[in-house]
């Protein structure tokens, strides 16, 4: 499937089969590709807890405001930030020459260290790249997925057992669709939310602009 | 292309052909599909600044610790999270039935007035898938990528007249890629991030695992 078709296709979804099951098999080779998701500095700020088991998913409903996808899906990935994951920087870099190390691994220390927002500023942002890989790969191969942030993060954070060092960043559920897709929500036009070379700049028509000559019909997208 | 393929390709660039132009049209193409990342409640926590002017790069290569591929680049966006995003509900519900908004408005207000860490969060997640459909939809169209956070946040918010309700995400800059690719850097094994159930369940081997006998052998990933 083309990548234009596979972004057509992927849907937030609500209603899974709840009969539907997915083996470990499948969820291995989507994670083979999520784990090939970009980080700064490759630093992985991600883990995933794959919930399958019946029991736990009613329990993740729970904390989830009772929305029926977390029990009916085949399975409730909690995508998980890792907020420490600049001290795993000399095992990623355990192969790298020796002088690529020393540049390196105090200026990712100096970079995050002390500094808690840019930590969960980071395994936010990481974490949610690699949530996206997982929605496409998981649409390319016939699977239906849902993001999800209404949920109790203290409540998870206690029952799928993550330690202080992870925060949940969102789940996404993921099984076979039941109900007939709802016509796609409203969308803000292209040329409102994206503006050439400054906020105050033309909307991106796709139509080329003059240089110099930002189109004063259009308001900024921020404003 | 499959997406398989379009993981594989994905690299992080960061040397670009310098004489390489993307045209509005390549990039409208490009963010129609953007824009039809999922987001919470639908929000479209975002805005992009795609900076293709050449005067523009350089001084945005100055606010980016002057990494040279900001200047290189066809162009150099600006993935940017949008705070307030859900104040803009009224007006992406204002086709829903009537009983639909006046639950889902005031639930959104409240779920986000004032809660000044969670608005920030979800600029980021939003804002960050997002980025990565931008990422595959170039990388499926035969461009070149790279997603970067080593900048100066208020040099650059100054340069593109950021309002104060937008925040830098990241920025990709996109192009031909210059040099052929490194060989990919160090990955997680998969069944270290990956946990079945709880963060201390069996990593995810791709094997069925008997239920209620997590692998010993196993650490906790997030430990």
Redesign the interface.
């Known amino acids: 499937?083309?990548?234009?078709e596979?972004?057509?296709q992927?849907r937030?979804v609500k209603s899974y089969d709840p009969d539907k099951t997915i083996?470990?098999?499948e969820?291995?080779?989507l994670?083979?590709?999520v784990?090939?998701?970009?980080s700064?500095f490759?630093l992985?700020n991600?883990?995933?807890?794959?919930?399958?088991?019946s029991a736990?998913k009613k329990k993740l409903k729970e904390a989830a405001w009772g929305q029926s996808q977390v029990k009916d899906c085949s399975a409730a990935i909690l995508v998980?930030g890792?907020l420490d994951a600049y001290q795993?920087a000399p095992k990623?870099?355990?192969?790298a020459p020796k002088e690529v190390q020393e540049g390196l691994l105090p200026m990712i220390n100096n970079f995050y260290e002390g500094k808690e927002q840019l930590q969960?500023?980071?395994a936010?942002?990481?974490a949610?790249?690699a949530?996206?890989?997982l929605?496409?790969?998981a649409?390319?191969r016939g699977w239906a997925t849902g993001?999800m942030?209404g949920f109790d993060p203290e409540a998870v954070s206690r029952?799928?057992?993550?330690?202080p060092?992870?925060i949940p960043?969102?789940i996404v559920v993921l099984g076979r669709q039941k109900d007939p897709p709802r016509p796609?929500?409203?969308?803000?036009p292209?040329e409102k939310?994206?503006?050439?070379?400054?906020?105050?700049?033309p909307g991106?028509?796709?139509?080329?602009?003059p240089?110099n000559k930002p189109d004063p019909a259009h308001m900024?997208?921020?404003?």
């Open positions: 499937m083309e990548f234009s596979i972004v057509q992927r937030s083996s470990d098999a969820l291995r080779e994670f083979d590709e784990v090939l998701s970009p700064s490759n992985q991600w883990t995933f807890i794959a919930v399958k088991d736990m998980c890792k795993d990623i870099y355990k192969d969960r500023d980071e936010i942002r990481s949610s790249l949530a996206m890989t929605m496409y790969g649409t390319s993001p942030i029952l799928l057992k993550l330690t060092n992870l960043v969102m796609r929500s409203y969308r803000h292209v939310v994206v503006r050439l070379n400054t906020l105050d700049g991106l028509t796709g139509m080329p602009h240089p900024p997208a921020g404003a």
